[in-house]
């Protein structure tokens, strides 16, 4: 019995829920850039140049790299890969709530700025590892392909839900929109498993040779760095051409950084 439940691999069920969890940890790869919209609104209420409000997601940038880099090191441990889904989820949920209680700081809000891009920078490269460690091979090309979707559909949730929000009662309800991040947590504690079954064939083993990148591999992160390099220039300055040029409110400065996640989604 044991030697047919290998070879059958894990249940559908098992692979369905997983991966329905796995993209929802997707989702949260641009929660930094909820607050975008808000920009005028908040270099306006304190009295900030345009290059001082672009470090509330300039900054989370930075620690977006620093996660990867911490992630890297604690994969690599006995540490679980649900217990730091979690963990990386409710960093995003702690930065995106505090604000909504003390928001007369600027310093502060840089600072929860700084922990929503540590846990989402925590997500996106624990998006990776879960689908290489608990989807079986036939599931992870395609998992891998919807995640850049999903990454588009959970940053036009924040970005047009964040907007409107703030339309309603101000840039400080702009907040409010991480409730959504609540919601994949519970995304992820019931759906995505402590304990994976096992998906790695024998030859996916790691062998502990060392892995040689070919220059394709430099290639394409070059032009990646270029494609997000260009993505952060238009959501760090939407907002404020917008109000500027008083081409609308906060809503529409929503309505026009989310049109560029919609051509993701359909590229994707």
């Known amino acids: 019995m044991e030697t047919t439940k290998s070879i059958s691999g894990p249940s559908k069920s098992y692979v369905s829920k ?3 969890g796995v993209l929802a940890v997707s989702s949260m790869g641009m929660a930094a850039l909820a607050i975008t919209p808000s920009y005028a609104a908040i270099a306006s209420n ?9 470090m509330l997601t300039s900054l989370p940038n930075l ?4 996660a990867g880099l911490i992630i890297g090191k604690l994969t690599a441990t006995k540490l679980n890969l649900k217990t730091l889904t979690l963990s990386a989820a409710i960093l995003v949920i702690i930065g995106g709530f505090l604000p909504l209680a003390f928001h007369t700081n600027f310093m502060f809000l840089l600072f929860c700025s700084c922990l929503v891009g540590l846990g989402q920078g925590a997500c996106t490269n624990l998006s990776q590892v879960l689908i290489s460690q608990m989807l079986p091979e036939t599931e992870r090309q395609s998992t891998m392909g919807l995640t850049t979707t999903f ?16 339309a309603t009662n101000g840039w400080v309800n702009n907040y409010w929109i991480y409730l959504f991040s609540a919601l994949i947590l519970i995304v992820i504690l019931t759906l995505v498993p402590m304990h994976p079954a096992a998906v790695n064939a024998a030859n996916d083993q ?15 992160a070059f032009w990646g760095f270029c494609t997000l390099l260009l993505n952060n220039v238009l959501n760090n300055n939407i907002s404020l051409f917008v109000a500027e040029e008083e081409l609308g409110a906060t809503s529409q400065a929503a309505l026009t950084s989310t049109v560029s996640l919609i051509g993701g989604c359909y590229a994707a």
Do not use: H, P, W
Request: charged residues 10%; positive net charge; contains cysteine.
């Open 18 to 20: 997983t991966r329905i």
């Open 46 to 54: 304190f009295s900030l140049s345009n290059t001082s409000v672009q």
């Open 63 to 66: 620690f977006m790299m620093l």
């Open 151 to 166: 990454t588009n559909l959970g940053g036009i949730v924040f970005i047009m839900g964040g907007g409107q929000l703030a």
């Open 206 to 220: 790691d062998t502990g040779e060392q892995i040689k990148l070919n220059k394709y591999v430099f290639y394409c």
